[in-house]
């Protein structure tokens, strides 16, 4: 079982920045893919970014030039940057880790963007 542990959520204003942090209870090199979704009150859970074992990339379009993934295989963390927030960046941020079939998911963290 892996648990993955989500911080640095919060109220941020419009254009202000925030960083996720997603710390995991085992080495992160063994995940093929690790990434970030988020779901917004009535919405379905999308995708925002994920990061492979090789360290590609791949972003929502909502997100890309705004949002920074990246790992640290040392403290089993990735995280997720966040700039230029916007009111429509308000959801329930969760990570999820990839390993096979497998996938786990974090408790999930509120950001929200209002003045």
């Known amino acids: 079982q892996v648990q993955l542990v989500e911080s640095g959520g919060g109220l941020v204003q419009p254009g202000g920045s925030l960083r996720l942090s997603c710390a995991a209870s085992?080495?992160?090199?063994?995940?093929?893919?690790m990434g970030w979704y988020r779901q917004a009150p009535g919405k379905q859970r999308e995708l925002v970014a994920a990061?492979?074992?090789?360290?590609?990339?791949n972003y929502a379009d909502s997100v890309k030039g705004r949002f920074t993934i990246s790992r640290d295989n040392a403290k089993n963390t990735v995280y997720l940057q966040m700039n230029s927030l916007k009111p429509e960046d308000t959801a329930v941020y969760y990570c999820?880790?990839?390993?096979?079939?497998?996938?786990?998911w974090g408790q999930g963290t509120q950001v929200t963007v209002s003045s």
């Open positions: 999820n880790f990839q390993s096979g079939p497998l996938g786990y």
């Open positions: 085992r080495r992160i090199f063994s995940f093929n893919a």
């Open positions: 990061i492979t074992s090789g360290g590609v990339t």
